[in-house]
């Protein structure tokens, strides 16, 4: 783009989400700034193992496939589990991916391997103009045209705000879109773990006196820990030495599927926010990703919901004529539609995780729910369909293949 032209969108956040943004409107023939205060760092091949892995959705793979991203995914760095378990109580379900006719159920990914991956693929785009490392000085949102003001003086003109900021979005302020806030006063203690016998691809799950701790397989047979326990529990988890750790985990885990718990690699502890924005536009602005919501991570669908933002994008904007149509009817559809998606995925998550707060009667609710869907196929079909979100990126994937 030359001097003085409008982008068709500035996305300002080149996370996850708003890479993926950025890259679907210029495979659709947009011209896009794309903001971010960093460059996603280095990620060589033998990196150790980043503590911040997410599971990806077989949508979510197809939405990275049809742009270009996923085939940069190195597979050293990548585990499928074929196979889901949840456990709460006395009840049990389980989920395998062949029942459903799918390869897998899911990917666990490291974030920043997901970050290299878009970005590998974005640099390539010249619809693409990318500004980062570079920091926002000012947001001017207006009816006919938003500007953003970088620190070296650059201003930018553009149709339409992206903010794939984050939880803390700054374009939500500037755009003036409520955001309600729960602290779940949790927080998320994860650990590459490993185990006697090595994870075969199983995702399990039980819901613990402390809360929900899950395994999630990861390269080498290891296992991804993320326990979510309450505020004071996390500091005397995080206080304890690592073997003294690993024979807590094994005593709450119960039966640990994978034999005993053998070593753990650092462990992080991360607060735990539910945040919620409404509307997910105003005017000439979007929400996506964690500037949009962001969730418990029991359910390992943070990602994936903002992943389904580009994709219900993409839908909202296709036809669109960028120069001398409105976006604002679009973001406003755009926005009815993730809004009630986000309310209830995210609503249905929040009340898994206050099942704790009734105890045993919670826990043993929960597992005799789950024993009547080992026994319901029609119920075990309907869950597999939503959480692996084939049908939210279907026309998406359509509108990119042309
Ligand atoms: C413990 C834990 C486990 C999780 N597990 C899963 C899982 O299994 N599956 C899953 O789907 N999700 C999971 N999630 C959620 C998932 O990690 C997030 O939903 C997702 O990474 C959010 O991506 P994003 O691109 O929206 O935001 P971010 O990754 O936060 O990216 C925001 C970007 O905006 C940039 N930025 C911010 N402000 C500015 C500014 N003013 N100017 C310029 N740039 C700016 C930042 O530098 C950053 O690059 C988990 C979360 C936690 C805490």
Avoid at 98 to 119: N, V
Avoid at 243 to 250: G, K, Q, R
Avoid at 327 to 342: E, K
Wanted: with cysteine; glycine share 10%.
């Amino acid at each position: 783009m030359s001097d003085n032209e409008t982008f068709d969108a500035i996305v300002i956040g080149g996370g996850t989400v708003g890479a993926a943004a950025a890259l679907a409107l210029a495979r659709t023939g947009r011209e896009v700034a794309l903001i971010d205060r960093k460059k996603p760092s280095e990620h060589p091949e033998d990196a150790p193992l980043d503590p911040r892995v997410v599971a990806v959705s077989p949508g979510s793979k197809r939405l990275l496939e049809a742009l270009g991203a996923w085939r940069h995914v190195r597979p050293a760095r990548i585990a499928a589990y074929a196979d889901m378990q949840v456990v709460a109580g006395k009840g049990e379900v389980r989920f395998r991916a062949t029942e459903h006719g799918l390869a897998a159920l899911g990917w666990i990914a490291e974030l920043p391997e997901l970050d290299q991956a878009l970005w590998q693929e974005l640099q390539k785009r010249r619809r693409i103009s990318v500004f980062a490392p570079a920091d926002v000085q000012d947001m001017a949102i207006e009816d006919d045209e938003v500007t953003v003001v970088l620190a070296d003086g650059q201003t930018l003109a553009g149709r339409m705000l992206l903010g794939a900021d984050g939880a803390k979005s700054r374009v939500r302020s500037a755009a003036g879109i409520d955001v309600t806030t729960h602290h779940y006063n949790q927080r998320a203690i994860v650990a590459h773990l490993d185990t006697e016998q090595s994870n075969p691809g199983t995702a399990w799950q039980r819901f613990t006196d402390l809360g929900p701790l899950a395994l999630l397989p990861l390269p080498e047979g290891r296992s991804s820990l993320v326990w979510s326990v309450h505020d004071d529990e996390a500091d005397k988890l995080m206080a304890l030495g690592d073997d003294e750790f690993l024979e807590v985990l094994a005593e709450h885990a119960e039966e640990p599927p994978f034999g005993a718990f053998t070593a753990t690699g650092e462990r992080h502890a991360l607060p735990l926010i539910r945040r919620q924005s409404k509307p997910l536009a105003s005017g000439r602005v979007a929400l996506l990703g964690d500037a949009a919501r962001s969730v418990h991570p029991l359910a390992g669908q943070g990602l994936n919901l903002g992943l389904a933002d580009v994709a219900a994008l993409l839908e909202a904007l296709d036809g669109w004529q960028q120069a001398n149509d409105d976006p604002t009817n679009r973001l406003a559809r755009y926005s009815r539609r993730r809004w009630s998606d986000s309310v209830l995925v995210a609503g249905g998550i929040h009340a898994i995780n206050e099942t704790r707060t009734l105890g045993e009667l919670g826990k043993h609710a929960l597992g005799a729910g789950f024993t009547a869907m080992r026994f319901a196929r029609p119920a075990r079909e309907i869950f597999v369909r939503r959480a692996c979100g084939l049908d939210e990126v279907k026309k998406a994937v359509g509108i990119l293949a042309g």
